[in-house]
Nanobody, 119 residues
Framework: VQLLESGGGLVQPGGSLRLSCAAS????????MSWVRQAPGKGPEWVSG????????YSADSVKGRFTISRDNAENTLYLQMNSLKPEDTALYYC?????????????RGKGTLVTVSS
């Protein structure tokens, strides 16, 4: 199982980024997936999740209305569109397999991509 994130970087407050997670080594379309973030000095925070077919999504209150999760099962790729970014969104973002709604029951994760929101 491999999960490889990309798309992070430095962005000004109010800006946008689109993260991608390329999955390989397993049948991607059979698994719920999530994005999780970890800010410096803090524990992991579940951000957003999606069911295996892509029909149902979930988001933490802190990002609801600003972030959108999606997936392309034909391309084995998970996405996170992040708009109206705030400094408090600064974190290492990684994708994880196994749950769409919680940090628990996730069995694999990627190494992450760093998002920095600063002027």
């Amino acid at each position: 199982v491999q999960l490889l994130e990309s798309g992070g970087g430095l962005v000004q407050p109010g800006g946008s980024l689109r993260l991608s997670c390329a999955a390989s080594g397993f049948t991607f379309s059979r698994y719920a997936m999530s994005w999780v973030r970890q800010a410096p000095g803090k524990g992991p925070e579940w951000v957003s999740g999606i069911n295996s077919g892509g029909s149902t999504t979930y988001s933490a209150d802190s990002v609801k209305g600003r972030f959108t999760i999606s997936r392309d099962n034909a391309e084995n790729t998970l996405y996170l569109q992040m708009n109206s970014l705030k400094p408090e969104d600064t974190a290492l973002y990684y994708c994880a397999r196994g749950s769409a709604t919680t940090l628990y029951n996730m069995d694999y994760r990627g190494k992450g991509t760093l998002v920095t929101v600063s002027s």
